[in-house]
């Protein structure tokens, strides 16, 4: 059987959705879970999204870059996204496909998230990097929001 090349979190958060929507949105907030990268997007349906950081000897990068292809603001935004640093095409097929997704809960928020590598160039290393990236990112949005 073939590997899903999608990952599916879902994660439970203390706070309302407004916060976690700025904790998502926010390049202050973003710097301090994604391994200082700021998300860097003006919010709207077709509008870049990026994630600026630096390399380990400083020098300012784009890590991460897409377009906004759907957005309810502070409920859902869907995008895609490519590191343009890994070796591979810049061309729409290899762009990954992110969404976010809100939801009131009892105890605050859920966040679902799912992360669409079908059919993209080099999909099952991206793929598990990127379940392997989430983990830890995940543990320290929980700590920053609860």
Request: charged share 30%; hydrophobic share 35%.
């Amino acid at each position: 059987m073939e590997k899903s090349m999608i990952i599916e979190k879902t994660v439970d958060f203390k706070v309302n959705k407004k916060q976690v929507w700025d904790l998502l949105t926010n390049p202050e907030k973003t710097k301090l879970y994604m391994f200082g990268c700021e998300v860097l997007s003006d919010w709207t349906i077709g509008s870049e999204i990026i994630w600026k950081g630096k390399t380990e000897d400083g020098q300012e990068i784009i890590h991460v870059k897409g377009e906004i292809t759907e957005i309810k603001n502070g409920e859902k935004v869907s995008f895609t996204m490519l590191d343009p640093n890994i070796g591979i095409k810049d061309i729409p097929e290899n762009y990954v496909n992110l969404t976010y997704e809100l939801n009131e809960s009892e105890s605050g928020t859920v966040l679902k998230l799912t992360q669409d590598f079908a059919g993209t160039e080099n999909a099952e290393k991206r793929y598990n990097e990127s379940a392997t990236g989430w983990d830890m990112v995940i543990d320290v949005m929980k700590k920053l929001a609860d």
